[in-house]
């Protein structure tokens, strides 16, 4: 089923720069059946999980993770870079490949207990993603799963969130 | 109906400067009944209107386009800041307060007369807006309506979209 999915993500070569193999999930989208298959596969894992928001990362987090709030019938928060959300936030620093980077979440997005699902585009070294876990940790979330559309399991990303429940539709290589 | 919308909006005076209310739809997000009403009333709306494609506006845009797409059976098309679609994008600069500012949409997105329907969160002077009209427009798409959540009334955005059906769920003063 899910090969139908990854058959509609386009592989853009050496995008953004020389030597990297971009997967780019917006002829996914754009296809209405691939896109439905994509959200009602989530759907279908996470609709007896009984959970009480759906975190989308900005800003194609957005894009799966707010069709998948509203069908399960929960509540959904951004995760943003800095200086996008209005009200009081905790926030995370993570490592990129040169320098930092930062994100952040309103402190009243979550209520203790609350269970958790964070969803992304893409699971690739897990930066974005460990610190996203750390934020939900911090404002007393339980975390159910982090879910990801692609995976590119060449960089390890699951190695940064040992511990957690990871899945991703469909895997790359790198 | 739209008043148990606008209610579950909150208002973040002085953000992100000084005399701005900014108009926060993080509180109807998280709000199940909430966001699931919003998304409801656009689906009721367009549900007839024979949509090929929800344009998003990055990046509130996407979150209440991609679950109406998903709703509609249709495909969803992000526009995005530059540099983030790594396809071959048709681009288009706008005004701000003070400088320009752009956004692009991949060339592929639209099939020409394709029936569109742009979503964002807000307007306000509408430069996002008309800029993505015009992208619409650039690629042979035939342009049904733009919807926005919140319509910041006194800024006349309206006007900058004369000729075009707009609409809105619920409006503030400014």
Known sequence: MTES????????????????MFRDIT????????FKETIDLLFKRYKDKKIDKVIGIESRGFIFGAPLAYLLGCG????????KLPAECESEE??????????EIHKDAITKG????????????????SAAR??????GGELVECAFIV??????GRDKLKGENIYSVVEFEG
């Open 5 to 20: 999915i990854k058959s509609k993500i386009r592989t853009v070569p050496h995008w953004p720069k020389e030597g990297i």
């Open 114 to 129: 609350d269970k958790i699902l964070i969803v992304d585009d893409l699971i690739a070294t897990a930066g974005t993603a």
């Open 76 to 83: 959904f928060v951004p995760i943003r870079k800095p200086g």
């Open 151 to 156: 995976e590119l399991i060449d960089l390890k």
């Open 134 to 139: 750390n934020l939900v940790k911090k404002l």
């Open 27 to 34: 002829t996914l989208l754009k296809d209405p059946e691939g």
């Open 94 to 103: 993570y490592t990129l490949e040169y320098g930092t980077d930062k994100i």
